[in-house]
Nanobody
Framework: QVQLVESGGGLVQPGGSLRLSCAAS????????MAWYRQAPGKQRDLVAA???????NYADSVKGRFTISRDNAKNTVYLQMNSLKPEDTAVYYC????????????????WGQGTQVTVSS
């Protein structure tokens, strides 16, 4: 069993900062890419940022220069530092990771966290 647990969401004023964390736990052999997605009310879930196990990053154009994704492989944790937050960043943020429970390819799965609310408002 593998779980992803997010933390760090909340209410922040425009221009403020938040740091999201997502810790993976359970039967983990290898973690491949880790990423953050977000979903605003009435909209689809979109990629915010992704980080490969080799350190390659990918950001949505709307967050480039403001958000930074990082990971601590020893702690099986991915972070999202969000600066200069805007009201349009308001959404539920979800952590995603591709994780293998063993060395077998068939034991690789795509996992999601439960989501954490980020609200940017004055």
């Amino acid at each position: 069993q593998v779980q992803l647990v997010e933390s760090g969401g909340g209410l922040v004023q425009p221009g403020g900062s938040l740091r999201l964390s997502c810790a993976a736990s359970g039967s983990i052999f290898t973690i491949y890419p880790m990423a953050w997605y977000r979903q605003a009310p009435g909209k689809q879930r979109d990629l915010v940022a992704a980080l490969s196990s080799g350190g390659i990053t990918n950001y949505a154009d709307s967050v480039k220069g403001r958000f930074t994704i990082s990971r601590d492989n020893a702690k099986n944790t991915v972070y999202l530092q969000m600066n200069s937050l805007k009201p349009e960043d308001t959404a539920v943020y979800y952590c995603n990771a591709v994780i293998s429970r063993t060395w077998r390819t068939r034991d690789r799965g795509d996992y999601w966290g439960q989501g954490t609310q980020v609200t940017v408002s004055s």
